[in-house]
Structure formats: structure tokens, C-alpha cells
């Protein structure tokens, strides 16, 4: 959509100019950009796993980019409690700043996020809180990203004491590629390669068995008037210790399924 609009628009002021004969100069380019979105979803997925046991998340954010490619964000939604672990405000808010670049037509991406999710109880130790690094890069339709986690607490998967699942790593391939106006495919495909310390009393094992699994989905969106509606499928390539990690109350956080959104950028 982005692209449609900018070259009609570039194509009309070149009109405009060779008619009049006036040259327009070009704007300059700002030291700052300040973004902004909201959006709710039928069914917030992290890496194929399901944040709020099913029920609608209301979410948004805000970013600061640099015109030299450093960038900060913020962005929140609302979560369950087993998401959350137990923390009281059913909140997550991602803390967030990188830099990005191009070199030959790739573009670039190097990073850190900060998973938290504020008001942990009890002993003040939030499981769930998580950092990560990454960095990205994207060519044409094609986007691979490769995230490490930094922090002992890897999503409510540790105890936050004896436990340690620093080293973890998430790897992700989506291929997005608009098919008609305003209206995009992708295709994603992820693996959460499980790392457990020594000191784990699981050793290196979560419940029943091994907590790596691959996850993937498909999924088209559709630009209505700057309004995004998105609708996607989930698959979940699990295994026991996964299915044991994620299920709570009795139910499967980890369960194949649709789940359609909607998002506002300004």
C-alpha cells in the first residue's frame, strides 16, 4: 500500500512541476520521527504460544527513530496471568532500541528488548520477565531474525533462582509479499532451541520432556483506510515439555488456531 501511494504521489508532483515550471525543493529530512499504534487482537501469540488463554488483548506502543537508523520503543498489551506469572497487573510492556541500516540492499537490524511485566508478588522475583538481543535482516520479501535471551528467566519457564535459561535461542523466517491491493500474505516459520543450566532441577528438561519446538503460521492483511485487518493461523510443532510449559488450568496455550486483529498506526 506504502509503495502504491508514494510513487502516485511522486509521480503527481513530477506532473504538477513540468506544468508550472516550478521547481520544488525537497523537505528536509527530520533528526526525529515519532510513531504511534493501537490495536486489539482475537488471540496474542508469542512465538506460537497463546498470551491471554484465548481472550481478546488490547494493545499499543510508541516509537523514536533517529534519521541516523537508532532507535527506541515501547509497547504494552494485556496478558493472563500464567503469562504474566501471577504478577497482579496482567501487563506486558516491551522495552526496546537498536539501530538500523542498509548495506548492498540488505536491510539491517541489530537490537535489545526487555520483556517485563510489572507488579511481580511473593518474593519479587518475576519469572517471566525476559531480555533478549537480536539482530535482522531483510531482502525483498524475505525477513530472518535470530534472538538470544541475556537473562537467567526465560517466560515463566524458570523458578528465578536455581534455574537458568540464558542462551536460548528463537529463530524466525517470515516471507510477506503483497498478492493484490492492499492486501498481503506471509508465511512464518520459528524454532525455540531450549537452553537449561546445570543448576536446573530439571536438567535440561521441562516436565515430561525436551521444551524446543518449531512453530509457524500463514496469514493475510488487508489495508483498510490505515486501519490493518489481519487474520492468521497458528501450527505448533510441540513436544511434551512444551505441552507440559504451556498448558494451564487445563488449557492448552499451545493449540493450533485463528486469530484475526486489527491495527492503527499514526
Do not use: C
Request: cysteine-free; charged content about 15%; glycine content about 12%.
Amino acid at each position: 500500500m506504502k509503495t502504491y501511494l508514494t510513487l502516485s504521489a511522486i509521480a503527481l508532483a513530477a506532473a504538477a512541476t513540468l506544468s508550472s515550471g516550478v521547481v520544488v525543493a525537497a523537505e528536509p529530512t527530520p533528526d526525529f520521527t515519532v510513531a504511534y499504534n493501537v490495536g486489539a487482537t482475537s488471540d496474542y501469540r508469542v512465538r506460537g504460544l497463546k498470551q491471554n488463554n484465548s481472550n481478546p488483548s488490547v494493545q499499543g506502543g510508541i516509537d523514536v527513530a533517529h534519521k541516523s537508523g537508532f532507535y527506541v520503543g515501547i509497547w504494552g498489551s494485556t496478558v493472563s496471568d500464567w503469562t504474566a506469572a501471577n504478577s497482579g497487573s496482567n501487563m506486558e510492556v516491551d522495552y526496546y532500541g537498536g539501530y538500523k541500516t542498509e548495506l548492498a540492499g540488505v536491510a539491517l537490524d541489530f537490537g535489545t528488548i526487555y520483556y517485563n511485566y510489572p507488579g511481580a508478588n511473593g518474593t519479587g522475583i518475576n519469572t517471566s520477565d525476559t531480555r533478549e538481543v537480536y539482530v535482522g535482516a531483510s531482502y525483498g520479501p524475505a525477513a530472518v531474525k535470530v534472538s538470544r535471551v541475556m537473562s537467567t528467566n526465560y517466560f515463566a519457564s524458570t523458578d528465578g533462582t536455581t534455574q537458568d535459561a540464558s542462551g536460548t535461542m528463537y529463530y524466525d523466517l517470515t516471507l510477506s509479499q503483497e498478492v493484490a491491493p492492499k492486501l498481503t500474505a506471509s508465511v512464518h516459520a520459528g524454532y525455540t532451541d531450549y537452553k537449561n543450566g546445570i543448576d536446573n532441577i530439571y536438567t535440561g528438561t521441562y516436565g515430561s520432556g525436551k521444551v524446543s519446538y518449531a512453530d509457524y503460521n500463514v496469514g493475510l492483511t488487508y489495508d483498510y483506510e490505515g486501519y490493518l485487518l489481519g487474520v492468521k493461523y497458528y501450527i505448533n510443532d510441540t513436544k511434551p515439555g512444551t505441552e507440559s510449559y504451556a498448558t494451564t488450568n487445563g488449557k492448552k496455550l499451545y493449540k493450533d488456531g485463528f486469530a484475526v486483529s486489527i491495527l492503527k498506526a499514526f
